[in-house]
């Protein structure tokens, strides 16, 4: 604005104010402005990506944490009671025979076929 004030006073013109309506820019420095921010976007979206990479690792950590846990509380229950791995087998037979329940086939199953291999356990 001072170049312009400077330059008007040469023509004995006094700007006090000046509001530019109409504005164009050339196509390369229009060009250059869309890939800034195509690049921009790239970023973010690399960052995101990068992000959810390591909110999935921390998921499968966790959830392997969780089955490890899991698998040692088995192994102590096993220990105490050896009438838990029947109890578990009982439990599987149940949630398949649920399973077939809700399905439109007729099935006639054994107890060999829903897991129930027990013994004769005397109570």
């Known amino acids: 604005l001072n170049d312009l004030k400077q330059r008007a006073r040469e023509f004995n013109l006094v700007i006090d104010d000046c509001s530019i309506t109409h504005c164009t820019f050339s196509q390369q420095y229009n060009k250059a402005i869309e890939e800034k921010q195509v690049a921009q976007q790239e970023a973010e979206r690399a960052?995101?990506?990068?992000?959810?990479?390591?909110?999935?690792?921390?998921?499968?950590?966790?959830?392997?944490?969780?089955?490890?846990?899991?698998?040692?509380?088995?192994?102590?229950?096993?220990?105490?009671?050896?009438?838990?791995?029947?109890?578990?087998?009982?439990?599987?037979?149940?949630?398949?025979?649920?399973?077939?329940?809700?399905?439109?086939?007729?099935?006639?199953?054994n107890s060999d076929n829903l897991l129930l291999k027990l013994p004769n356990i005397d109570y």
């Open 47 to 109: 960052k995101y990506l990068v992000e959810k990479a390591l909110q999935d690792k921390r998921t499968v950590i966790t959830r392997a944490e969780g089955h490890a846990a899991a698998a040692q509380l088995i192994g102590e229950a096993v220990q105490r009671n050896p009438a838990f791995v029947s109890i578990r087998q009982m439990e599987t037979a149940e949630e398949v025979a649920n399973s077939l329940q809700k399905s439109g086939n007729k099935m006639f199953l």
